[in-house]
């Protein structure tokens, strides 16, 4: 026998089985109670909220031998052939396939004829907003007078698209996205129902994933039973399975942006690649947990409005508290703006890792939430420094002896090497000038730096930061620099980069005179005459 999806294993066949829509299921049971069947409805909402289930009980109410209080009987032959599909009263159509004129006129015709074998026509349009607008046109005058015995029922994820004149033909009802203590209460009894064991945290977990929709969740977690049939499925084991991380993943890389540990911050996120995480997923949970600290930085909220268990909620508390609420609204608009460039890319690391870089560096920004969190990194470090340094502690100047100080090295060159060192060191500021202008990322983890020596085709970039030695990796830097830096000098070489002390001496760098050429080699060489010293 095929495997039925536990999303249809477990569709309500009843109102009273209808969670998270109880205002709808209670009018719908109303009307039935009294008579008072409308003849055109639409069902609005996000997917997964129930609207199709709804409108087939309720095509199963009106046509039921015996209803219940709760809806149709399911025992009954009306109740029965709706349910299996035979009943040639009640008609299922996707609009997304049979959207134009021609499927309306057929319905036009259908709907002249009694029922057969039912009380009652039932059309159910799914996704009605596909209809054309001609469709609709052709639809108007039998949705606004249809017979006694027609009803129809429209359901749509996109209620703007629907003509006005088609709404005001209709009982409109907003499903609304269910709560996640609804979603994890139908989740408990569906493991239970299906004899499986899981672990309340990961239940909790899926149910927030499937952001509102029953269908959803009840197919994240047959995901997880699939991938995990026996034993208890653990909350690590449904992150494992769904592509999501860890709460206190989250947390360690919201401290390392905190603290700007640059390098940690791209060795979390290296991490997650080589364990194969969706890094799509990762940034929408880590804007949710974003979203979860500007909560508990402005008022006091519960677990439930989080999404989190008290756990959680406690140690996000405590985080939130050291937290200025402006450099939350900036994390959070960043990884928005992330999130939607995701959606369309192919290189997702990459510029997840930019948008780290962004995060670490509000200097590469002029809006005003940047302006305020370099404010306010400029008074953390003016604090930190009058704490360290107390106005009364004596200065000390430790002087090195002349004997131990580092005299710099004297290197000679030949007269092609030392011109080329020359000119770039002329034209350094400019270059790194025009990298700014360009690429203000590349170009600020290049200030300071100074180049050496072109040696057997590669020129050496000295950094005296190691924080911007990583970054100029990162950034691509090097490369951009190496074509600025090909065009001055108009010739290819390969470009590498060291990182040395800012206490360790320049080397002085001179010209390879013929002197020097004749103590190396013993015998007088004569330089050629373009290459004489002036």
């Not at 979203?291 to 959680?312: A, G, H, K, Q, W």
Request: charged share 30%; proline share 5%; glycine share 6%.
């Amino acid at each position: 026998m095929a495997y039925t999806a536990l999303y249809r294993k477990w569709r309500p066949s009843t109102f009273a089985d209808v969670k998270g829509q109880d205002a709808i299921v209670t009018t719908l049971k109303n009307q039935l109670r009294l008579h008072r069947i409308g003849h055109a409805y639409l069902f609005c909402g996000t997917r997964g909220t129930g609207k199709t289930t709804v409108a087939k009980i309720l095509a199963r109410a009106v046509n039921c031998e015996h209803p219940t209080p709760e809806g149709p009987c399911g025992e009954c032959p009306a109740c029965q052939a709706i349910a299996s599909g035979a009943s040639m009263s009640v008609r299922e159509i996707d609009a997304a396939s049979n959207n134009g004129v021609d499927s309306i006129r057929e319905i036009r015709e259908e709907v002249q004829y009694s029922p057969t074998d039912a009380k009652y026509r039932v059309y159910i349009i799914d996704e009605a907003h596909m209809i054309t607008n001609q469709a609709f046109n052709a639809l108007l005058k039998t949705l606004e007078e249809p017979p006694s015995y027609v009803i129809f029922i429209l359901a749509t994820t996109d209620p703007q698209k629907i003509p006005v004149t088609v709404l005001s033909r209709c009982q409109r009802y907003d499903f609304k996205r269910i709560p996640v203590s609804v979603l994890l209460e139908r989740l408990k009894e569906l493991a239970e129902g299906e004899g499986v064991q899981v672990q309340e945290k990961a239940l909790r977990y899926i149910a927030m994933k499937a952001e509102g929709g029953m269908r959803d969740a009840i197919s994240l977690l047959d995901q997880c039973i699939a991938c995990y049939p026996e034993g208890e499925i653990t909350y690590d084991q449904a992150l494992e399975v769904l592509g999501a991380v860890d709460q206190d993943v989250f947390s360690r890389f919201f401290l390392a942006l905190s603290e700007g540990e640059t390098e940690n911050c791209l060795h979390q996120v290296d991490d997650l690649v080589m364990e194969g995480r969706d890094l799509g997923q990762f940034v929408q949970d880590f804007i949710w947990y974003l979203r979860n600290l500007l909560l508990l930085r402005s008022s006091e909220v519960s677990s439930e409005i989080l999404n989190v268990t008290e756990e959680d909620a406690a140690r996000m508390r405590e985080t939130a508290l050291h937290t200025e609420a402006h450099s939350l609204m900036r994390l959070i608009r960043l990884f928005s703006e992330l999130l939607s460039q995701m959606k369309t890319a192919s290189g997702k690391r990459v510029l997840l890792e930019i948008a780290v870089l962004k995060a670490l560096e509000p200097e590469t920004e002029s809006n005003l939430e940047s302006v305020e969190e370099r404010i306010r990194r400029l008074e953390e470090k003016v604090k930190k420094g009058l704490a360290a340094a107390p106005p009364q502690a004596p200065v000390q100047v430790v002087r090195v002896p002349e004997e131990e100080q580092k005299e710099p090295e004297v290197i000679r060159l030949p007269a092609a090497d030392y011109e080329d060192l020359a000119r770039l060191r002329q034209e350094w500021d400019g270059l790194i000038a025009s990298i700014i202008k360009d690429d203000p990322p590349c170009g600020k983890v290049l200030k300071g730096t100074r180049p050496e020596p072109i040696r057997q085709g590669t020129l050496s970039i000295v950094f005296f930061d190691r924080e911007n030695y990583n970054r100029s990796k990162a950034f691509g830097a090097l490369d951009l620099l190496k074509k600025k830096a090909e065009a001055i000098l108009g010739r290819e070489f390969d470009v590498e980069a060291r990182v040395v002390e800012e206490s360790e001496p320049e080397p002085v760098y001179e010209l390879l005179t013929e002197e020097d050429i004749s103590s190396v080699f013993g015998t007088d060489i004569p330089l050629e005459e373009e290459d004489q010293p002036e």
